[in-house]
């Protein structure tokens, strides 16, 4: 049976609408950054990237992808805010404004010292500046920087933080509302301030590759782009702090994760569990850029933060020739240390996945039960997950079938999902 002439179109309509959606998970930053450096107003550039995405949504389908789809945006967007201004019948002062500032950047720029590690010409950290500005409250800081830096969508959000959509969406609301009330600069503060921002970077970048690591929804495993631009972000920003041992962690942390991501997926983008992966692609330049970074982290001495703990986890991994030939002992060691310094029902969910390893599925499934008993992890798809796969090791099949099939629902993933269901259905 041919296809009608609607079903064509209706094809095309989603293949365009998979597009604008990558684009927006790609670009969304930068062309937020671009639009709050032009309008002054964080809140209200992130309104007219939304609108310019719409426009994108009603003409795309009928007109085609542009060639540039983020300069497109971009443009819309632009014009949209001089038309915003026109109306208010204040373009010409604003045009001068904006010429004064272009100027002045110019002055600044021919003037500034190369090698000065204050000077930094990157908008996207600019933006992450803002979205921890002070004046916010940390949740509302990483609501925000998550939903514009990293183009999460609030359901996303909500997931990663086992909290309502409602209330995530609330947050973000306030907090631009309070960034124009107080009329933040987009602008990386002066290095005094550095300090009282930095905790909230560092934690919001640690998120943002989480997600990218593993995607919390839609029907990629991964986000590789995502997991990208994190790491050239805390890159920037150890450059910009040398001497902070959180910096130079979270990068190590990052690196020796993201040398794994060329064996976590097959041909189709299915996933591939650790034991079933291929050690021959992973990354060995990333790995070693990973175990310097952990260095330069340790030579700063003061011990080791949770995400040198977590590096150091990682660097088991990384150098282990086979799930076998790892030193199962030291990551229990390792995930019992960084429970005393940043203790969490995931970090506990981890260390009895290591516990597993190393000495077997039943005192990992103790620690497990205590978890659920605890309710701390409700909703967690992991929770049931990793009890399925202890259950199973143990011979309990149906019981694994029950937890396999539990942790299916509760995914967001699709190919975490499917992944779960082929598990329960076996």
């Known amino acids: 049976m041919t296809d009608q002439p609607g079903d064509a179109m209706e094809r095309s309509t989603t293949s365009v609408e998979r597009s604008i959606a990558a684009v927006w998970r790609i670009e969304s930053a930068k062309i937020v950054a671009t639009l709050t450096r032009m309008v002054g107003d964080f809140g209200h550039a992130e309104d007219l990237a939304q ?15 542009p060639r540039n789809p983020a300069a497109w945006l971009t443009a819309v967007a632009k014009r949209k805010a001089i038309d915003g201004w026109r109306r208010q019948e204040r373009l010409d002062d604003r045009i001068a404004v904006i010429a004064h500032d272009l100027e002045r950047e110019q002055a600044d720029a021919a003037d500034a010292d190369p090698w000065d590690p204050d000077a930094i010409d990157d908008d996207v950290l600019r933006l992450v500046f803002v979205s921890c500005h002070p004046v916010l409250s940390r949740e509302a800081r990483v609501a925000l920087t998550l939903r514009v830096v990293a183009g999460l969508s609030t359901e996303q959000i909500a997931r990663a933080f086992l909290v309502p959509v409602a209330t ?33 970077i560092f934690g919001v970048l640690y998120l943002i590759f989480n997600e990218a690591h593993a995607a919390s929804s839609g029907a990629d495993w991964m986000r590789p782009d995502l997991g990208e631009e994190a790491i050239r972000l805390t890159r920037v920003l150890t450059a910009l702090v040398p001497k902070q041992r959180d910096a130079h962690s979270l990068l190590a942390l990052m690196e020796l994760t993201a040398a794994r991501f060329p064996a976590r997926v097959d041909a189709k983008g299915e996933p591939v569990l650790l034991g079933d992966q291929d050690r021959s692609r992973w990354d060995r330049g990333r790995i070693s850029r990973g175990r310097a970074a952990l260095a330069a982290a340790d030579a700063l001495g003061g011990g080791r933060t949770a995400y040198g703990l977590q590096a150091a986890i990682a660097e088991c991994h990384a150098v282990a020739a086979s799930v076998d030939d790892t030193d199962w002992d030291r990551i229990v060691v390792l995930y019992e240390a960084l429970g005393r310094i940043a203790p969490s029902p995931v970090v506990e969910l981890n260390r009895a996945a290591a516990v597993a390893m190393a000495t077997g599925p039943a005192s990992a499934l103790r620690i497990i039960d205590r978890l659920a008993a605890s309710d701390a992890l409700r909703g967690y798809h992991l929770l049931p997950a990793t009890r399925g796969e202890m259950l199973l090791r143990l011979g309990r099949r149906e019981e694994a079938r029950s937890e396999f099939a539990t942790a299916a629902r509760l995914a967001g993933n699709e190919r975490e999902r499917a992944l779960l269901e082929a598990k329960a259905s076996e």
């Open 51 to 65: 609108e310019a995405l719409i426009d994108a949504l009603r003409q795309w389908p009928a007109e085609g992808v």
């Open 168 to 200: 995530v969406q609330q947050r973000i609301v306030r907090a631009k509302k309070t960034l124009s009330a107080a009329n933040v600069p987009f602008e990386v503060p002066p290095r005094e301030e550095y300090a009282e921002r930095l905790s909230a």
